[in-house]
């Protein structure tokens, strides 16, 4: 990943599942589908997770940049 900058690594997840950490410490998983540069994110076939597990299904959300602490790809 050499020379790779932060947006190019998020374009390399795209349309794959990602986790997606909270301030809140909300956590939501799902396939990104899209993201600008605030970092805005759009998950489709997103679950949200507490502790680890299932809480609901939400399908396709948007996720504001500014309460995002961490994406990972799964």
Do not use: C, W, Y
Request: net charge negative.
């Amino acid at each position: 990943m050499d020379g790779t900058r932060p947006l190019d690594a998020l374009n390399m997840s795209r349309g794959k599942r990602v986790i997606v950490e909270l301030k809140n410490g909300k956590t939501f998983m799902g396939e990104l589908q899209a993201f600008d540069i605030h970092i805005n994110t759009v998950l489709e076939n997103a679950e949200e997770h507490v502790d680890g597990e299932l809480k609901r299904k939400l399908g396709l959300v948007f996720l504001r940049g500014d309460t995002i602490t961490l994406i990972s790809p799964q």
